[in-house]
């Protein structure tokens, strides 16, 4: 990693998984970042070959702080409460307020402190602080908010081969996502589009640097960076993906950086999925314990309407009832 000798600001990478959070997290780690020592990090797979730049300890503690926004409701759906898979159903409430787990913050990020030299170049990435970046701000120092946006469809295709998440499913979260980002950073984040990131790494690696640092990078930064942004290590297309028109309009505000309007879309399509969503999720997760999905999930999706985006999930839900096998949550970055 090429370092500088002044100090940056800690920076927190949020964004959809599997829309390019690593590819960046990697990058500025390259231009004078660092996410901790590699004991502390989840170590590089077949699905991510650079590495997650993640960290033990923030992804097991917000797992944690959003399996207790679903407090209740693994129970109720039959199935094992735990926080690989529990989280998934609790990406549908809002956690704002949830527990009181800001000593564990806290200490979380003194040791992120201490791993990254103490001099507050730090970067926080998990797909996670979509959801729960509401809790986490208050104990940061002044810092930069990084959100990744990713073509709905390549997203979606991209989570059906990692982790066997079906299409309908994965679109719901990515509205989810983009509405918890948007909603509780307001006009913070700054958005970065991954396609804009594939197609011409050192301009939008040396724009993000400035806007986070205030000053232009040294060339050699951006070079090192830029060679870090790999478009053959991006497996996942848009071929038979079918994309519903009103993601399409979301991630078109979104990339025009019209948040206002983003948000707009988002909030008005979003209607009913803090129902819908846990209960396909429940389903989702069922099918990986081998247990049924129960009577409760089932007289909730009858009392839905057949909005676009709740009618694919009842649709999908209907499906995953069946003898489909489908892959684990555990892996899930």
């Known amino acids: ?75 109720s759906e039959g199935l094992r409460e735990d926080y690989e898979a529990g989280w998934l159903l ?8 949830v527990g009181d787990q800001g000593e564990e913050i806290e200490r ?19 797909p996670r602080l979509s959801l729960t970046y509401s809790h986490w701000k208050e104990f940061l120092p002044r810092h930069g908010v990084v959100l990744m946006i990713r073509h709905p469809g390549a997203v979606a295709r991209s989570m059906l081969a990692k982790d066997g998440l079906p299409l309908e499913l994965a679109f719901a979260l990515w509205v989810k996502y983009a509405q918890n980002s948007l909603r509780h ?30 000053e232009r990078p040294e060339e050699r930064l951006v070079a090192d960076a830029g060679s870090f942004i790999r478009k053959e290590l991006c497996h996942s297309g848009l071929d038979d993906v079918q994309v519903p028109t009103v993601l399409l309009e979301i991630y078109r505000l979104m990339r025009s950086r019209n948040t206002d309007e983003a948000v ?27 247990q049924e999905d129960s009577q409760r999930a089932r007289s909730r999706l009858q009392r839905l309407d057949n909005h676009w985006l709740i009618g694919s999930l009842i649709r999908l839900v209907r499906r995953l009832k069946g003898d489909v096998s489908f892959g684990s949550v555990e892996g899930l970055r």
Not at 108 to 126: F, H, I, P, W
Not at 202 to 214: C, D, F, H, Q, T
Request: hydrophobic share 40%; glycine share 12%; net charge negative.
């Open 90 to 97: 609790g990406a549908w409430k809002d956690c704002a307020g």
């Open 108 to 126: 979380c990020l003194a040791q992120v402190d201490m791993e990254t030299r103490g001099n507050g170049s730090y970067l926080l990435k998990d």
């Open 185 to 214: 950073m307001g006009n913070n984040p700054l958005v970065v589009v991954y396609e804009d990131l594939l197609r011409q790494p050192g301009e939008v690696l040396a724009g993000l640097y400035e806007k986070l640092s205030g």
């Open 1 to 75: 990693m090429v370092s500088q000798e002044k100090s940056l600001p800690p920076v927190v990478i949020v964004g959809m998984h599997r829309s390019g959070t690593s590819s960046i997290s990697g990058a500025l780690c390259r231009m004078g970042w660092s996410a901790g020592e590699d004991a502390s990090l989840f170590a590089a797979d077949q699905f991510n070959v650079e590495g997650y730049y993640e960290r033990l300890d923030v992804v097991t503690l917000n797992k944690k702080l959003l399996t207790q926004g679903a407090a209740g409701i693994a129970q």
């Open 264 to 290: 707009r879309f988002l909030d008005q399509y979003s209607l009913g999925l803090d129902v819908v969503g846990p209960s396909a999720s429940a389903c989702y997760l069922a099918n990986m314990q081998c």
